[in-house]
């Protein structure tokens, strides 16, 4: 077991940041915990990285106790906060350099496991870091986090504000490094990305509301769920809200995503309750719960 968490919490005052938080990362798994902005992502990478004392609970990393063998796990992860945090004034190599001489080692020791990252931002070496576009900082700060070969490599929102493209490239970059046998847990808004994983722990408010691989959790979604769009968005959100048999009804890109209380929903009666209401060009169709769905319906029970 790479990572293990038991009863974690933290509170910032009266702030209960996270709140008795358990689960376990196997070894060699990319483990996502998914949730929005403040739901604890942060405070829980901040512990399991020595950065952060729990109030109560403990947790292991590599084997070793965060609060007992905090030097020892220093020596064996990589981080990489959500905010870029490397020398904006030293260049692509001198971060490098400065990152490898920290750890007791050379950008040529572990060059064989930075090589399909570095070659990518090698031709900018003698740039500012500062000066760099956000997917080249994405790229030369996971450069950085692994330069001393870690166990186990914790990245915390690594894709807020890059491009859909710079997105996709970091996830191929992240699927290579877990063929290498490196434990990565990384945290990330993006439901999309939540699909990527091989098992995730969707997280608000501080608590965990489910773990389990990304197909299962998606699966779980109790009702069944339909696309419905119309020529007045909002107007059609509020008169669905409106419904009597509505369970949940949520926008999600072109379409309002609805879910009706009952098992025997006929779409005509709702189609028949728009028309009524005067909406126009309305589309009604069975789609398939994402993860994004179950995390809402997870989210609203809590």
């Known amino acids: 077991m790479s990572i293990r968490l038991n009863n974690i919490s933290k509170s910032y005052g009266k702030v209960k940041a996270v709140q008795a938080i358990s689960f376990e990362v196997n070894q060699?798994?990319?483990?996502?915990?998914?949730?929005?902005?403040?739901?604890?992502?942060t405070t829980l990478f901040r512990i399991l990285t020595t950065l952060l004392l729990p109030d109560?609970?403990?947790?292991q990393v590599d084997g070793k106790d965060v609060v007992k063998d905090y030097k020892a796990?220093?020596?064996?992860?990589?981080?990489?906060?959500?905010r870029f945090s490397l020398y904006q004034d030293l260049s692509v190599e001198e971060n490098l350099d400065f990152f490898a001489t920290i750890f007791g080692t050379s950008i040529e020791a572990n060059y064989e496991l930075i090589e399909d990252i570095y070659t990518q931002i090698e031709p900018f070496k003698k740039r500012r870091a500062g000066d760099l576009s956000g997917?080249?900082?994405?790229k030369l700060a996971l450069s950085c986090a692994l330069i001393h070969k870690p166990n186990v490599l914790f990245l915390d929102e690594p894709t807020t504000g890059v491009d859909p493209v710079?997105?996709?490239?970091f996830w191929e970059m992240l699927k290579r490094l877990q063929a290498k046998g490196i434990t990565i847990l990384v945290s990330t808004p993006y439901m999309d990305e939540a699909a990527l994983c091989d098992r995730i722990a969707l997280i608000q408010e501080g608590k965990i509301?489910?773990?389990?691989t990304p197909h299962n959790i998606a699966a779980r979604f109790p009702l069944?769920?339909?696309?419905?769009a119309a020529a007045d968005t909002y107007r059609l959100i509020q008169d669905l809200k409106a419904y009597t048999q509505a369970h949940s009804v949520f926008p999600f890109g072109k379409w309002v995503h609805y879910a009706d209380k009952r098992s025997d929903f006929d779409p005509v009666d709702l189609r028949n309750y728009l028309e009524k209401k005067n909406h126009k060009n309305i589309v009604i169709e069975r789609t398939a719960p994402s993860i994004e769905d179950t995390f809402m319906e997870?989210?609203?029970h809590e």
């Open 209 to 212: 509301l489910e773990i389990d």
């Open 166 to 169: 710079s997105r996709k490239e």
């Open 73 to 82: 796990i220093r020596n064996h992860v990589g981080y990489m906060p959500g």
């Open 224 to 228: 069944h769920l339909y696309n419905i």
């Open 56 to 59: 109560i609970g403990d947790a």
């Open 135 to 138: 997917g080249m900082k994405q």
């Open 298 to 300: 997870l989210a609203q």
């Open 28 to 41: 060699g798994e990319i483990f996502g915990l998914i949730g929005p902005d403040g739901a604890g992502k």
